[in-house]
Every structure is written in structure tokens, then in C-alpha cells.
């Protein structure tokens, strides 16, 4: 994995507009990992990808549905997986399905699906700094993931 890197945001709407220029950048079958404590602004990430590809459907936390789908230029499959106990479960859902996908693919509390995973993903980390301001550490791995940094990394300061 490259090394990580990161993005401050001091509010709820820069946090939003930075998922919006990632959701610029991203090409189908982008797997974006999210984690981070409740309330760390990753729902409010999603909500951004999900305006950049022009979904007309409300992003909402998917953790009681699991998987929520909002149709655009591309399809985002918003997935929570905090609920779930095991692989099993995991399995159940049909995760490995969505995995190869033309869509991009956003999963809140991702540590069960690390095994599942294919080669290339970005994982974000969004860190509490105060009641508004969050640090968002990157890590991509595989070229698609790298790529993507790059294009973000043209409209946002990110830092090492």
C-alpha cells in the first residue's frame, strides 16, 4: 500500500466536497473503504460521491438496509457493515457480487471484507480533530487507487 497521506477539513460541507472532487475522478469499479468512529463524517463523504455523479436520490447511512443504491452516471453501492458479526454474514448479503461491478463501491466499517477485497482500493480514515474539523488519512493500493489520488491531489491539498 503506498504511503498515507491526508486531507484536513474543517466542516461538514468541505467534507462533502471533497467526496464530491473524488467522485469527479473515480472510474467504474473504484472501491472506496471509510472508516471511522460514528459521527467522523464518512455518510458525509458518500453524500458528495454521490452529487458528482449526479444521483438524484437522498445518501442516507445504510446501516440498518446494509446496502443502499443510488442510480447517476454511475451507480454508487453505499454499504455499511457494522451490524454485521461475521464473514458469514458478509457472505450472505452477497458482497463478493458487488466487488466486480461497473459501480463505485463505498463501504462504511470495512475490516470484515478485507479478505474479500481485490488488489486495488483507497482507504480513508476519518479522524475526529474537533466537533467540526476532520483528518481524512488516504492509503491507495493498485494503480486505479494511485491514479485517483493523483487526480484529486490537483484540487486538494493533500499532505504526508
Known amino acids: 500500500m503506498s504511503k498515507s497521506e491526508y486531507i484536513i477539513t474543517n466542516n461538514e460541507k468541505e467534507t462533502k466536497k471533497i467526496g464530491k472532487l473524488l467522485g469527479d475522478n473515480v472510474q467504474p469499479g473504484q472501491i472506496i473503504l471509510l472508516k471511522g468512529d460514528l459521527?467522523?463524517?464518512?455518510?458525509r463523504f458518500v453524500k458528495g460521491i454521490a452529487a458528482s455523479l449526479n444521483s438524484t436520490n437522498e445518501v442516507s447511512s445504510p446501516t440498518y438496509n446494509l446496502i443502499n443504491e443510488y442510480p447517476g452516471k454511475m451507480t454508487l453501492y453505499h454499504m455499511d457493515l457494522y451490524r454485521l458479526d461475521n464473514e458469514n454474514d458478509l457472505l450472505n448479503i452477497g458482497f463478493e457480487d458487488y466487488l466486480y461491478r461497473d459501480g463505485i463501491i463505498a463501504i462504511e466499517w470495512p475490516e470484515l471484507a478485507y479478505d474479500f477485497l481485490p488488489a486495488d482500493f483507497l482507504l480513508i480514515n476519518f479522524e475526529i480533530v474537533s466537533e467540526n474539523k476532520r483528518k481524512l488519512k488516504l492509503k491507495a493500493k493498485g494503480?486505479?487507487?494511485k491514479n485517483l489520488m493523483k487526480g484529486l491531489a490537483e484540487y486538494v491539498d493533500i499532505r504526508n
Open 39 to 43: 459521527g467522523s463524517g464518512k455518510t
Open 143 to 145: 494503480e486505479k487507487s
